[in-house]
């Protein structure tokens, strides 16, 4: 079963870090976290995280997480995205990745994380 990854504002994961637990203003407005399978996750960062150059991809073992994962449609797409309903428990996370656009503003998937 491959990882799942969530793009995190760096100073949210630290605080989250020192909680145990990951829970972000998506989780109060919609119900859940947006998560990527690895496939996903650059078409997200592009689209949504542009310019940004505080965040962390977090990589998620999907057995370690203690809340529902339910892997649903994203307005009106076709793909399927796993959405995390409830905070997330850190030690479901397996590693945490720098996550910056290069100087062109492209995003890289980091070495250490593999594609299905």
Known sequence: MANILHIAE????ESAKASGFYAIESLKSE?????SKPSQV????HERFANRHDLVLLE???NRVRV????ENCEDGTEQFPHLYGPLNVDAVVAEHPFQPN???????PAAVSEE
Do not use: R, S, T
């Open 60 to 62: 998620i073992a999907e």
């Open 103 to 109: 100087e062109d503003g492209a995003f890289e998937l």
């Open 31 to 35: 119900g859940f976290i947006h998560c």
């Open 68 to 71: 529902e994962i339910k892997y």
């Open 42 to 45: 650059l078409g997200v960062a």
């Open 10 to 13: 760096l100073p949210a994961w």
